[in-house]
């Protein structure tokens, strides 16, 4: 693979190449919007943006990212040669992208939680006095090893272990006053997503682990006897994973954001369960637009709605 190799490749147009698979893309402006998973992405020529994973890149990094692919993969998918053949296809013939569907390969990227700050200060403060989250409730993730501050930028370090404990999933948000950055780390399986496991039949499903802080915050007895999770995004793997391994399961509540996107999630996660799973489907919105402003609100009050069964 040259130099040269990369930067073509790295200048293929996605929106073609997307819809040369099949993927629908929705304009927004000068952009397209692509909904991968439930996460949306913006897509400009051969740029892209995850707006809520916050990462981005060219055509490359797409395939690298999205598909699993190694580099030199995804130069010669968009090149529409082989990786053997990289080398050996004069450049006047090299078709300009590939309309081939790429087949899908697991992602080998390592997980490398960050490594812990000495102590927790700057994220206490952040998530119980910028956040109104019970510092009991933070407490009890802390020492559960759930939840940790970050040595480097002092980000709350989200952890989702599986039930070997081992970590499979970290999801970050910044702590300065004003800041939106929030990231998932590479090598993160969603289904592995931050959460708590009960001994209970109901499930709580939220996107942000914030937002479940907060609801936790809001009605804390017995809390610890249900299970929760945050999706850090708005997909249904970690539900899917739960009815998998937790068999006393027996209702979800969805407690996504009450806006517009997070009453279609709901309605479209609540179908996807409903066509699977033998389990009751309900939907718990705030009357603000989500649980941490409901849980800073003067006047939080509740709103249980039911979903209907599709």
């Not at 009751?280 to 402003?293: G, L, M, R």
Request: net charge negative; hydrophobic share 35%; charged share 25%.
């Amino acid at each position: 693979m040259t130099a040269k190799d990369r930067y073509q490749a790295g200048h293929t147009d996605l929106v073609y190449w997307l819809r040369s698979r099949g993927e629908k893309l929705k304009k927004s402006g000068s952009e397209w919007e692509w909904n991968h998973q439930g996460e949306r992405v913006t897509v400009r020529h051969n740029v892209w943006f995850d707006q809520y994973t916050q990462e981005g890149g060219d055509a490359v990094k797409f395939l690298q990212y999205f598909y699993g692919m190694s580099e030199e993969r995804a130069v010669a998918e968009h090149l529409g040669c082989t990786v053997t053949e990289l080398d050996d296809v004069p450049e006047q013939i090299r078709p300009a992208r590939s309309i081939v569907p790429p087949k899908q390969e697991e992602k080998k990227i390592d997980l490398t939680p960050p490594t812990a700050n000495g102590n927790m200060r700057r994220v206490f403060a952040y998530l119980c006095q910028t956040r109104g989250i019970d510092p009991e409730v933070v407490s009890a993730f802390a020492h559960a090893h759930l939840l940790y501050e970050s040595a480097d930028k002092h980000n709350v370090v989200f952890v989702g272990k599986d039930e070997n404990n081992r970590v499979r999933h970290i999801h970050m948000r910044g702590t300065l006053t004003g800041s939106g950055f929030r990231q998932t780390l590479g090598g993160s399986e969603k289904e592995y997503s931050f959460h708590h496991t009960g001994a209970g039949r109901q499930l709580y499903v939220f996107e942000a682990p914030i937002d479940m802080l907060s609801y936790i915050s809001l009605h804390p007895d017995s809390w610890q006897e249900n299970s929760y999770v945050a999706l850090c995004g708005v997909g249904s793997a970690p539900i899917q994973r739960f009815l998998e391994e937790v068999p006393q399961l027996e209702e979800v509540v969805l407690c996504l954001d009450n806006d517009e996107a997070g009453h279609n999630s709901v309605m479209r996660i609540a179908r996807e369960l409903l066509d699977e799973w033998e389990v009751q489907v309900s939907a718990h919105f705030p009357e603000q637009k989500d649980w941490n402003e409901e849980l800073l609100s003067p006047f939080p009050e509740e709103n249980l709605e039911p979903v209907m069964a599709m």
